[in-house]
């Protein structure tokens, strides 16, 4: 469904009653009973299983598969899978420079990339109550997983062409593919970019910002928009260049404090985050993540422009009871404010 993102933006930060948007989506494959082995090879189980999510949690969007080893796969990555887990790129493809110069940049359609937008049409079509968001990885975390991502940290000192070389064919691919989820229906992107989260400031935005900035100045218009996440633990620092990519929503995960965060973040651009995925939706309590849930809520309270969310991606197996009890919590925290 077709909306104007730049107006939902608008209307989402000046709502006083804002619907949580936790990174869900895997969770889905409890309620489809089916493994993430088979949710990733089909088209029809990934769009049923965002419906499924959507049917049965009240958010602000429907976010796909954050699954960061498509784009890798694309490029001739080798990749492990599991029943129960999210794929991971196993080992590097690009050794030296003659790799890099070498690297052809794949179709969009290789690999399992044509399953995700086919399935990103599927949903759009059918949840409509709210915008629904592919996901992608973002340049410099890609060409981690190429590089491989101790290596990738080494090299932007070592041998920072070799880098820039790698990503401006990163950034293609991921540019092309988030046409083509744009074409099939998608109404943004998440943009997940962790690995620059570990970088310096002055790394971060010569090896990832500048390069996300340009992927988002060819992408976002009104009727598309990128929500940026980074869960390192050096976003804070990072600010300034992650604001000037452009996105208007900034996600973060749960190594930082998301209230000294929202004193960083400009009063027009919406931030989001950071209950722990791991320690409480995967392997907390209701009791915990109510806690956890609100002490985020009250800290952020004085800004208009905070969105509740999970700190990361939701682990595929985390219980269902726990996903509630984040969803009831921000209902309480609102009842009463």
Not at 150 to 164: F, G, K, L, R
Not at 275 to 290: A, K, L, Y
Request: charge should be negative.
């Amino acid at each position: 469904m077709k909306r104007n993102m730049k107006q939902w933006v608008e209307e989402l930060k000046n709502a006083p009653v804002k619907k949580p948007m936790p990174v869900l989506s895997f969770p889905g494959i409890q309620l489809m009973g089916v493994t993430v082995r088979e949710l990733i090879a089909s088209s029809d189980l990934q769009a049923q299983c965002m419906k499924a999510v959507a049917d049965r949690t009240d958010t602000g969007i429907a976010v796909s598969f954050m699954d960061l080893s498509v784009e890798a796969e694309c490029f001739g990555s080798t990749i492990r899978y599991s029943d129960d887990e999210v794929p991971t790129v196993v080992g590097a493809i690009i050794k030296d420079e003659d790799d890099a110069a070498a690297l052809k940049v794949p179709a969009v359609g290789s690999g399992r990339s044509g399953i995700c937008v086919e399935a990103i049409g599927k949903a759009a079509e059918l949840i409509t109550d709210r915008p629904v968001f592919a996901g992608v990885i973002g340049p410099f975390s890609l060409a981690g997983r190429l590089l491989d991502v101790s290596e990738a940290m080494i090299y932007c000192y070592d041998d920072p062409d070799m880098v820039h070389v790698v990503l401006e064919k990163t950034s293609e691919f991921i540019t092309n593919y988030c046409k083509a989820f744009k074409a099939a229906g998608a109404n943004g992107v998440v943009m997940a970019e962790p690995l620059a989260g570990l970088l310096s400031p002055a790394l971060a935005e010569e090896f990832s910002a500048e390069y996300v900035k340009k992927i988002i100045n060819v992408i976002q218009d009104d009727t598309f928009t990128v929500l940026y996440h980074n869960c390192g633990n050096c976003t804070i620092q990072q600010i300034e260049s992650i604001v000037a990519t452009g996105s208007p929503i900034l996600h973060f995960g749960n190594a930082i404090d998301m209230k000294e965060m929202m004193s960083h973040i400009p009063s027009e651009v919406i931030a989001a985050g950071n209950v722990d995925p791991s320690s409480q939706f995967r392997n907390g309590t209701p009791e915990s993540i109510r806690e956890a849930t609100l002490k985020v809520l009250e800290d952020c309270s004085d800004y208009k422009n905070f969105v509740i969310s999970s700190g990361c991606d939701i682990p595929p197996m985390s219980k269902w009871e726990n996903i509630d009890a984040f969803l009831a919590a921000v209902d309480e925290y609102y009842a009463r404010t």
